[in-house]
């Protein structure tokens, strides 16, 4: 189950990070802004939310390892 949790961790942070290199948000001058703004707008269907999930997948299978 934690090699599950740590490769779905893996597959988001690489889709977070491929979205919002290519995402274009309908606000904000740089991409960092429109980033932001995706984030606020749509959750975990930005880029920056799928990134934030897959860190925190990992975290959580990291601290799942140590408590089992």
Do not use: H, P
Not at 49 to 58: A, D, E, P, T
Request: charged share 15%; net charge positive.
């Amino acid at each position: 189950m934690l090699i599950i949790l740590f490769i779905f961790g893996i597959i988001l942070i690489t889709w977070g990070l491929y979205r919002m290199r290519t995402d274009k948000g309908l606000f904000g001058k740089s991409q960092r802004s429109k980033n932001i703004f995706n984030l606020i707008l749509m959750g975990e269907a930005s880029g920056l939310g799928q990134f934030l999930g897959g860190v925190l997948c990992i975290i959580i299978g990291i601290i799942a390892f140590f408590i089992k």
